[in-house]
């Protein structure tokens, strides 16, 4: 693919909000195709808006910037937005009012046939993304982004640029949007190599969890009990005796830590501490029981249970910063973790979320599934961007 000109680019856009909608930013960077030089950055704080129109944002910036450079050279436009790829390459619809006009804006930079629209992984997008992040951190500072204080090319982690997209037709884990996506079933097509897989181990029990109170980062940070013990005990048997586990990755909580620390003892491994694998923040009802919430905040409780953008009464944290927070460390995980097989030890939102991500399933699902204290799960990760989840709340070990 190459134009007029014989030139190919490469576009990385992104776009993120601090709230979705709340404080957003874009970033764009334009690269050679052949040597993978950059030769534009461009980023903006761009004031209240939601991630999708802050992703069309910055994909409008990257072609802009892009055109400057050359109007006839090709483009390959490489975003970890499924959305804005689908949207973008005709094959979903432009339902939203506000991204339509975006849409036909960057339409109209370059011809159709000199722009090609590819999705990667949002590992694989990090020159972008922190791009957007730097702008979103200099709003926060009442100032607009600075190409000369930028260090984004300095974490850039893209591989090689004329490496073939991994399976077009992929699928991220975190959906923008509800409609239906295009993925292949895990562990078909071409082999792509040994995935990484995660097998989720949420902690054994402590002495709010009989009792089915909000027990999250925000409360008293319990140890566990001594049936969790018990059951963390039984976990690490169990999972030594598979002897598959290569990485042991657990949430900053005690309880999690605890959980943890057993199966390290029992198969030798370290423990790495990932602060995105914390349980939600319950805000004031921590510590409460689900009937005593209902009794003493009836239409917060109400909210929160009709909406994943409610936070619980008291600046606890709503499901969807939870399922934003979660999706970061995921991909910190699987950029350091490539085809291994690892122990995430952590609580019932994360792994909730986990499950729900990779099967492509809306907010409200979080409320049907079942986990128990001690129970394993497990997700697998493929190289182009597809998830299958294997396993959910497993308990025979503890039997």
Known sequence: MSGATGRTFVVE??????????PAGYGAVV?????????RETAEFIGVATNNVAEYRGLVAGLRAAHELDPEAAVRVRMDSKLVVEQMSGRWKIKHPDMRPLATEAKGIFPPDAVRYEWIPRAQNSHADRLANEAMDAGKRGEQWSPAESTAELDRTSPALDAPAPGDQAAPAEADTGQQQAVRPGGWGPDLGPPTTFVLLRHGETVLTPEKRFSGSGGSDPELSAVGQRQALAAAEALAERGTIQAIVTSPLQRCRQTAQAIADRTGLPVRTEDGLRETDFGAWEGLTFAEVREQYPDDLGAWLASPEAEPTGGGESFAAVARRVSVARDKLLARYPGKTVLVVTHVTPVKTLARLALGAPAESLFRMELS???????AYYADGNASLRLLNDTGHLR
């Open 373 to 379: 204290a001690a129970s394993l799960s497990a997700i």
């Open 31 to 39: 690269l050679d195709a052949a040597t993978g030089e950059t030769l």
């Open 13 to 22: 856009a992104d776009g993120g909000s601090r709230g979705n909608p709340g």
